[in-house]
């Protein structure tokens, strides 16, 4: 059975700090690309960062690019992302999620619970 344990959001005043975690069970996290995801109030989800499997190499949306940072732990199956100089418009519900497509072209997607950052003064 799929799950993640999210945890690390909470309230944040603009110009501060956090640090998401996913901790993951239920399959071969190492194969995996892991991602964060966000979604804000009336908006779409949007991906945030995104770590593959093996050479570990990432990306980002080009609104965190310099501020987030994504990484993963394979040894803890657990997945990072630390987010530095938060901005209001980095309020919404992050979501950690699992993905890969096997060699016969199965995609298996798996994602978090969510966690909420509010960034406000």
């Known amino acids: 059975q799929v799950q993640f344990v999210e945890s690390g959001g909470g309230l944040v005043q603009p110009g501060g700090s956090l640090r998401l975690s996913c901790a993951a069970s239920?399959?071969?996290?190492?194969?995996?690309?892991m991602g964060w995801y966000r979604q804000a109030p009336g908006k779409e989800r949007e991906l945030v960062a995104g770590?593959?499997?093996?050479?570990?190499?990432?990306n980002y949306a080009d609104s965190v690019k310099g501020r987030f940072t994504i990484s993963r732990d394979n040894a803890k199956n657990t997945v990072y992302l630390q987010m530095n100089n938060l901005k209001p418009e980095d309020t919404a519900v992050y979501y950690c999620?699992?993905?890969?497509?096997?060699?016969?072209?199965?995609?298996?997607?798996?994602w978090g619970q969510g966690t909420q950052v509010t960034v406000s003064s």
């Open positions: 239920g399959f071969t996290f190492s194969t995996y690309t």
């Open positions: 999620n699992a993905h890969k497509k096997s060699s016969r072209g199965i995609l298996y997607d798996f």
């Open positions: 770590i593959t499997s093996g050479d570990g190499s990432t």
